[in-house]
């Protein structure tokens, strides 16, 4: 495949279907005072689309960096296919790369942007044409390769990014917030050409975002850290629907955290001890006080109490609800013939005993 030798002994074991192809064993990164990583461990299997989510400073891209080879480790080591690369350097570990600023070559056509790390693996000139033109084709930009990167939209420079990260045909793909310099609309369209592309070429992929939304929508899973430590790993749906600490609850939507809950929160679960409850702000209904209509009044809770707010946000209305001292977040789908509740009305909260959580606060 490749023209350029590759370091042997990689490009043998990168093809043993049995290893996890990634392996991060206790791995710290400090400098001087500040540990950037610590303690990290986390293997990554082949063909997965894995998220380090987690907010600003907290160790995601120095964590890429390690496994890209760009900085070494303090402590610990990091295995491709069971094998430590600590002593191959990053230019020999022949990783697709994209970061947030898309560092096409400004001189360069589309089409030459994309021939340029083949040529840079001494492919011949006929077949870097054929590889280029399948590329194009695959990321629709067949009708853009002479432009020059300043002729094409944020989105299209991004495509052209992934392609040219993708165009050597690399053993894993890492993404350091692809998609953060793009607005709104634009990012959501790119989040499922990502997916479409991620399944297409069944790349290892290794994403590192602070938004939420997009480790949701385009992971197989989720790391979420935070001060340089994994937080929790799981399934989006887990992370979301399980999460283990506050922390991870609130980084990932919203949740309503009862620290010093005022009234008894029934449960089916046994409250863990050192554990808060938590209920996603969807999971709980409002109704007029006495319109309790969930059914099944053995498997629910309900409490009484007093709209402090109402946000109208399009489809969605979010209520702020004081019950004691505490305030709830209760969110609903607008829907036909729902009453809207004012600030100042009385609420009856209600929802299934089962749609608790115990988190570490
Ligand atoms: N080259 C560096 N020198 C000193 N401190 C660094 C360096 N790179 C990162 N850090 C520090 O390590 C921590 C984690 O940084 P980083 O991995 O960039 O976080 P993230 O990508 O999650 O925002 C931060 O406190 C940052 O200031
Ligand atoms: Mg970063």
Redesign the pocket.
């Known amino acids: 495949m490749h023209a350029a030798p590759p370091v042997p002994e990689i490009d043998a074991l990168e093809k043993s279907p049995v290893l996890p192809q990634i392996e991060f064993r206790s791995v710290t990164?400090t400098?001087?005072k500040?540990?950037?990583?610590r303690d990290l461990s986390l293997t990554v299997s082949r063909g997965e689309f894995l998220t380090?989510l987690?907010?600003?400073?907290?160790?995601?891209?120095?964590?890429?960096?390690l496994l890209a080879g760009f900085?070494a480790p303090t402590e610990g080591d990091i295995l491709i296919a069971g094998k430590s690369v600590g002593s191959v350097p990053s230019y020999r570990r022949d990783q697709g790369i994209v970061f947030q600023s898309y560092a096409l070559f400004p001189h360069l056509t589309v089409r030459r942007n994309l021939e340029f790390p083949l040529e840079m693996r001494g492919m011949r000139a006929a077949e870097r044409a054929a590889r280029v033109e399948r590329m194009l084709e695959r990321v629709h930009l067949k009708d853009f390769d002479d432009r020059m990167p300043s002729q094409l939209s944020g989105g299209q420079q991004q495509r052209v990014a992934l392609a040219r990260a993708l165009i050597p045909d690399p053993p894993f793909l890492l993404l350091?917030?692809p998609l953060g310099a793009l607005d709104r609309n634009l990012r959501e369209q790119m989040q499922v050409e990502m997916k479409s592309l991620h399944k297409e070429f069944g790349i290892t992929t290794i994403c590192?975002t602070?938004d939420q939304e997009e480790a949701l929508t385009l992971s197989d899973r989720i790391v979420v850290?935070r001060a340089?430590r994994i937080e929790q790993t799981d399934s989006p749906e887990a992370l979301y629907d399980r999460p283990e600490t506050s922390f991870v609850a609130k980084f990932l939507g919203e949740a309503n955290i009862f620290e010093n809950p005022n009234f008894k929160i029934e449960s089916d679960e046994a409250w863990p001890s050192g554990t808060v409850p938590m209920i996603r702000p969807e999971r709980i209904r409002v109704a007029a006080p006495d319109a309790r209509n969930r059914g099944d009044a053995d498997q629910c809770q309900s409490v009484i109490g007093t709209v402090d707010d109402m946000i109208y946000a399009g489809p969605l209305r979010k209520y702020h609800v004081r019950v004691g001292s505490s305030v709830f977040i209760v969110r609903e789908q607008v829907a036909a013939g729902q009453p809207i509740f004012r600030p100042g009305d009385g609420v009856c909260l209600e929802w299934l005993r089962s749609d608790i959580r115990f988190v570490a606060p």
Do not use: F, Q, R
């Open positions: 990164k400098y001087g500040i540990t950037a990583v380090i987690g907010p600003s400073g907290s160790g995601k891209t120095t964590a890429l960096m900085v350091d917030e590192v602070h850290m340089g």
